[in-house]
């Protein structure tokens, strides 16, 4: 037996009987479905009802305001400046469900959506707030969506406020929705320039998660001047003291982050006389969290391209050792990767490559290979040719004090 309103989504806000609706939808059916017998007499209200009994008016994902057909996306947007908060809530909500169909979400922008978001980003309201930057990161996974947020220089000033929001919620979606844009290349340009990169260094105190995201955005963004912007607003300190935290996330990108500033000149300077990078690198090389002493391999990669970087490797005894213990790990093969190049470049340096040679030899050349990576056979033998390598000075230790 049914309830008199299964059909309650067509009754809206009129009056008219449940029973003339059902027999209705019991005629464009046209017989096909099963009839209830109480259709035509509604018996008496039931004990427990079959409808959700939800207070609040308009939030009701069941019942919220809902437009069919190609008249959705306009009545939606109407509503989007309603009087009522709950209904902007309902509105942005049900736009949010609709945009994720990519055609759903072009007809969005070409209506202006994202400029009726301006006011709402900065709204009284967190949960406003908050909602409406969901829908804006939703729009940025379409490449047209990502260019009409930055296309529209109040909206973006307001992102960027909304960096340091009070609420926490709030910042954890703004923080996605600009990762979002920046990991598009026409669009990463004008959040350097609008000065993103310093806001985003400033705040790299928050929450786990959103430091995170924040990470990853500043990835999208120190290419060419980026590099240079991130050392002259002492970027590069902020980012060693992160290596001081626990989080494995924050400390693997934070790696990858060092390991691309060091791609520069001004950053293996910081590195190597100022911060001594080197040192907690190692200290990260030990830790047995697979994705942390994988990250700290790579950039110790990075980090010892040069002669000054590799005498200064040399000093830190129990670092060749370490990589020859990951050169080993075959389960990973980018951990392998990384620690057989890292190895071979501190092996340049004669005392080292006389330690590895001597203790470590045979220990390099019976390890199996990973699957994973192709090239490792190559990284393999490269080693082993640094390993085999004669220098012309009768004493090696000679050599190396002359280095």
């Given amino acids: 037996m049914y309830s008199c309103h299964k059909n309650s989504y067509l009754h809206g806000n009129t009056d008219i009987n449940a029973g003339i609706i059902n027999r209705l939808v019991e005629r464009a059916w046209d017989g096909i479905h099963f009839v209830d017998e109480y259709d035509r007499a509604p018996p008496f209200n039931r004990l427990t009802s079959e409808q959700p009994c939800i207070p609040v008016k308009n939030v009701d994902c069941t019942r919220r305001p809902q437009g069919f057909g190609r008249w959705a996306m306009p009545k939606l947007r109407r509503e989007l400046h309603d009087k009522d908060a709950q209904v902007i809530l ?5 736009i949010c469900d609709l945009i994720h169909d990519p055609e759903r979400g072009y007809e969005a922008i070409h209506l202006g959506i994202v400029e009726r978001l301006v006011d709402h980003t900065t709204h009284e309201l967190p949960t406003i707030r908050e909602r409406s930057t969901h829908l804006l990161k939703v729009l940025a996974e379409l490449a047209e969506g990502k260019e009409a947020i930055v ?4 909206l973006l000033a307001n992102l960027i406020d909304n960096i340091d929001d009070e609420f926490a919620e709030v910042r954890v979606q703004t923080a996605a929705c600009i990762e979002m844009v920046a990991a598009f290349w026409k669009t990463a340009d004008v959040l350097v320039e ?21 990470l990853e955005t500043l990835k999208h963004l120190i290419y060419c001047n980026g590099k240079k912007i991130v050392i002259e607003n002492d970027g590069f300190s902020i980012l060693v003291k992160l290596l001081q935290r626990d989080e494995s996330e924050i400390l693997a990108k934070t790696c990858t982050l060092l390991s691309i500033l060091c791609s520069i000149k001004e950053g293996r300077k910081l590195a190597s006389k100022e911060f001594n990078l080197l040192l907690e690198l190692n200290r990260l090389l030990h830790d047995e969290r697979e994705l942390i002493h994988t990250a700290a391999a790579e950039t110790i990669m990075f980090c010892t391209i040069k002669s000054a970087e590799k005498i200064t490797a040399s000093k830190i005894n129990s670092m060749p050792k370490r990589l020859v213990q990951l050169t080993n790990n075959r389960l990973n093969g980018r951990t392998q990767m990384f620690a057989m190049k890292a190895l071979t470049n501190i092996c340049e340096h004669p005392l080292v490559r006389k330690e590895v040679s001597t203790k470590y030899y045979f220990d390099i050349e019976n390890s199996q290979l990973s699957e994973d990576i192709a090239e490792l056979q190559k ?8 390993l085999k390598w004669v220098p012309e000075t009768k004493d090696d230790l000679t050599a190396g004090k002359n280095y």
């Fill in 90 to 94: 309902a509105a942005l909500t049900s």
């Fill in 379 to 386: 990284y393999k033998n490269t080693l082993m040719g640094m």
């Fill in 194 to 214: 609008n000065g993103l990169i310093q806001v985003l260094l400033a705040n790299l105190n928050d929450k786990p998660e959103v430091v995170q995201i924040h």
């Fill in 151 to 154: 296309e529209n220089p109040h």
